[in-house]
């Protein structure tokens, strides 16, 4: 019955345009923001030259206070604000980019922080389980004899496949960006990098199933594919700020607390290669437990829910 429904669900999924759109899609965007990583010079932009920056650093790491080492900075750039003006500084579009000397590793999580993956990921699962109410395929529950949780764990089961293909293809695309336009193609697969990708792969397939939860709720496409956007975009952070000051006043908590610390897009922006092992388990736990929530959750919305 399980290995019916897994080809099944496989067949419909590889039928699917978007499931090689977004792929490609995301080919596109990691290669555009990777020429910014690694090709824009950014101090060029500002007419500052690769030495400039390190004199400018020296200055500042041999300033005998804060104060003296933001001062050195401010008239630093103070210095090159109106040399421009005056035309006397060459600007530079296209050298040496702010990660030019950088691993494949190190820009693979920059790619992940920036949550490109996540918005194409939260795309694909909509389209996924919305088609299943829009077409009508949720009447093949009839031909389960009555095991609806065996269909949806095996729909769940391939948007956790399709959440590392996702993954795997965007270390892909760094991989190939690097060869391209890096100074070197460092791999740097470690004990540090493997712990990340497989943290922040069990983050996308959290999203995914919130993502998928959504269309479930809602039976609509548009529903789950506008949550995802809404946070992958980071659109509640706003919010999520203003009601982390009112707890810490409520609660007299710490005031460094801030709900989004416990939010799966949150961890995914902010978990690196260097991230301390309180900030790797924390992300851990906000995988497991989101994840675990949406499964059951949706779990139970459809098995009693009659079918349409």
């Known amino acids: 019955m399980f290995s019916k429904a897994f080809k099944s669900e496989f067949y419909r999924i590889s039928r699917m345009k978007s499931t090689y759109i ?3 899609v995301l080919a596109a965007i990691i290669l555009i923001v990777n020429f910014l990583y ?8 500002m007419g500052f030259s690769k030495e400039d920056i390190e004199g400018i650093q020296q200055m500042g790491t041999s300033a005998e206070s804060y104060e003296d080492s933001f001062m050195t900075g401010f008239q630093a750039g103070l210095q090159s604000s109106e040399e421009i003006a005056e035309g006397d500084t060459t600007i530079h579009l296209l050298g040496e980019g702010i990660l030019y000397e950088e691993s494949v590793a190190t820009l693979y999580t920059m790619d992940v922080g920036s949550m490109y993956e996540l918005l194409l990921i939260s795309i694909f699962v909509g389209l996924y389980i919305g088609s299943v109410y829009s077409t009508g395929l949720d009447k093949n529950l009839n031909n389960f004899a009555g095991r609806r949780g ?3 764990a095996v729909r769940m089961l391939h948007i956790a496949v399709y959440s ?8 892909i695309f760094c991989l190939i960006t690097t060869a391209m336009m890096a100074k070197s193609v460092r791999l740097e697969i470690d004990k540090a990098f493997i712990l990340y990708f497989i943290v922040t792969w069990l983050l996308c397939v959290a999203f995914g199933w919130i993502v998928a939860g959504m269309a479930h709720m809602s039976r609509s496409k548009a529903a789950g594919i506008t949550l995802g956007i809404i946070l992958s975009a980071g659109l509640l952070s706003t919010l999520i700020s203003v009601a982390s000051l009112m707890m810490q006043k409520r609660f007299d908590l710490d005031p460094d607390f801030n709900l989004g610390y416990y939010t799966v897009t949150h961890n995914v922006a902010a978990l690196n290669l260097y991230s301390d092992g309180h900030f790797v388990v924390r992300a851990l736990i906000c995988a497991l437990v989101y994840g675990a929530i949406s499964y059951i959750g949706s779990l139970l919305i459809i098995r009693k829910r009659d079918i349409a």
């Not at 690694?38 to 932009?45: A, I, N």
């Not at 590392?164 to 270390?171: A, C």
């Open 22 to 24: 977004l792929i490609a």
């Open 164 to 171: 590392l293909v996702m993954h795997i293809f965007t270390w």
């Open 150 to 152: 065996l269909l949806f």
């Open 38 to 45: 690694l090709k824009v010079d950014m101090y060029g932009l």
